[in-house]
């Protein structure tokens, strides 16, 4: 077999940033884009400072996260290693991009010329414009033409210039090597078997195949360098806030839940009681609503039905899946129950709806916990706090469309209390978990910030008000109100503000000169 690897020797990389040049030259890439780029970190104190020039780009991993989400089957991994996009099935839905803890996928929607938005595109620019990248996922390929062109005629990718990445040519100061780290004998595999190399947040399983080399010397070994944060955090290396998704794919998550979980009660409703047809109406054309959202974020709209391409894998593949017998036979119970001459069949007719939007809300769980380049989505505890939290928003608009339709019970208002609490305690957990294990600082900002969120006293407040529903029927409305108010505040805030990125982290400050190495950096973060 063959596996495609880049090492690049953190002792020798002087932050010339020619491969980033070389990589735009050779890929007409748009302003603003940098597939190949050299990081600045710096770590310690005055007098006793170190400097690291760090390459970065598209890490060609064993196991992508990339091509786990992605719904199209866009994103592809060929036997050699090297991963690449289909840029004529892909939709543009940007999934890849924050699934990818390497920020190294992007989409331009129009892109900016070299010298302003309202100057006129330069001669070079209109002959080099790519447009099948335009409105989907692009990223580093390793000069793939050039490799496969390359091996067609008898050369060596890593050895001879014409079958190598452009970057790796490009470099001055032989910092970055190609080759197959599956031959023994490669450039590569030398490289890596005497000398100590570590790969980039490989703590999350992608296998990076970029192996970053740096001097054992003071390391002995067995032993690891530690990952120190930095407090004050570095602008070009922290994470920041991903830009892909925003209050549209935000909707999707505040109506989908919403919208699911209360079709789900006024299902349950309807086996011992007329079930609310106009409820049920409602739930659907919120999810109808929320993907309606979708729609207009993703790149190419058009191309929309390629979201059912993956359901082997991506989990936005199977909230589509599970979408389309949602809304049949929704609005199949929803006919059915209508007060019109003929119709006025059982409640039961919704079961069936019901079971495929709690596996919708299921699905939208699961495509934040696949999203591993956004540490607050990819917890684990994120699929119970989601579905809790649709579940309680379903059961509050449930209330409410009960006090409007002058029905009252004592159940309502129980489990109103009981999945208030039950969100609450998935919120402790999942908050928990995030304070043990380490976030980007600022998600934790954002996630604790305003009045609503999903806190003790907020939840304490519902639980308070649905238990006096049992006396006061219409309080228990207000409960659900409160219930929606403060699960929407906070999906929202999950996606559009608390959604920082990975950012980047060493393991090792190289020896640069006559100093010596010492234990990487974590800038932005609350804990290495």
């Not at 190949?36 to 310690?44: I, N, P, Q, S």
């Not at 007060?339 to 495929?356: C, D, I, N, S, T």
């Not at 969100?423 to 043990?436: P, T, V």
């Amino acid at each position: 077999m063959t596996k495609w690897t880049i090492v690049a020797d953190l002792n020798r990389c002087v932050g010339c940033q020619t491969c980033t040049a070389a990589c735009k030259q050779t890929n007409a890439t748009a302003p603003g884009v940098q597939w190949r780029k050299v990081l600045d970190f710096e770590a310690g104190e005055y007098p006793d400072v170190r400097r690291a020039f760090v390459p970065v780009g598209c890490m060609h991993c064993d196991e992508p996260p990339c091509l786990d989400v992605c719904p199209s089957t866009a994103t592809l991994k060929r036997a050699d290693g090297i991963v690449t996009i289909d840029y004529d099935i892909c939709i543009g839905c940007a999934y890849c991009a924050v699934a990818c803890p390497y920020q190294a996928r992007f989409r331009v929607d129009t892109p900016n010329q070299a010298f302003g938005k309202d100057s006129q595109k330069m001669r070079h620019e209109i002959v080099r414009e790519r447009p099948e990248r335009r409105s989907v996922a692009q990223k580093c390929t390793l000069c793939v033409d050039k490799i496969d062109e390359g091996l067609a005629n008898g050369l060596i990718p890593g050895i001879d210039a014409n079958a190598t990445p452009a970057c790796v040519e490009s470099c001055i100061a032989a910092a970055l090597v190609f080759g197959d780290a599956d031959d023994p004998d490669s450039n590569v595999s030398t490289l890596i078997a005497e000398n100590r190399t570590f790969g980039m947040h490989e703590e999350l399983g992608t296998g990076p195949n970029i192996r970053y080399l740096y001097s054992g010397k003071d390391f002995p070994e067995g032993s690891t360098a530690t990952l120190v944060p930095n407090p004050i955090g570095q602008a070009s290396v922290a994470p920041r806030h991903q830009h892909q998704w925003d209050w549209r794919a935000a909707s999707n998550f505040v109506f989908g839940g919403a919208g699911t979980g209360l079709f789900t009660f006024a299902a349950v409703a309807g086996l011992f009681s007329p079930f609310l047809w106009w409820a049920g109406l409602l739930a659907l054309a919120m999810v109808g609503l929320g993907l309606f959202c979708v729609w207009l974020e993703i790149g190419r709209p058009w191309r929309f039905l390629n979201v059912f391409r993956h359901p082997a894998r991506s989990w936005m593949t199977r909230e589509a899946l599970a979408a389309m017998p949602y809304f049949g036979l929704g609005a199949l119970a929803v006919l059915l129950t209508m007060p019109w001459p003929g119709f006025g069949a059982g409640g039961w007719v919704g079961l069936p709806a019901a079971a495929f939007a709690l596996m919708f809300l299921y699905s939208q769980a699961r495509i934040l916990k696949a999203a591993k380049g956004i540490p607050v989505w990819r917890q684990e505890q994120i699929v119970p706090l989601i579905v809790t939290t649709g579940l309680t928003e379903g059961m509050g608009l449930f209330a409410v469309a009960a006090l409007i339709a002058g029905t009252s019970a004592s159940w309502i208002s129980l489990t109103m209390a009981a999945l208030a609490g039950l969100r609450w305690l998935a919120w402790r957990s999942y908050r928990g978990a995030l304070a043990a294990e380490g976030a980007p600082t600022q998600s934790l900002i954002k996630l604790d910030a305003g009045p609503l969120n999903l806190s003790a006293p907020g939840q304490a407040a519902i639980v308070a008000l649905a238990l006096a529903g049992l006396v006061l029927p219409g309080v228990t409305a207000l409960a659900g109100l409160l219930a929606v108010a403060t699960g929407w505040a906070f999906k929202f805030t999950l996606i559009t503000r608390a959604a920082y990125n990975q950012g980047y982290a060493i393991e090792a400050m190289p020896a640069r000169g006559a100093g010596k190495p010492a234990p990487g950096v974590k800038p932005g973060w609350t804990r290495a």
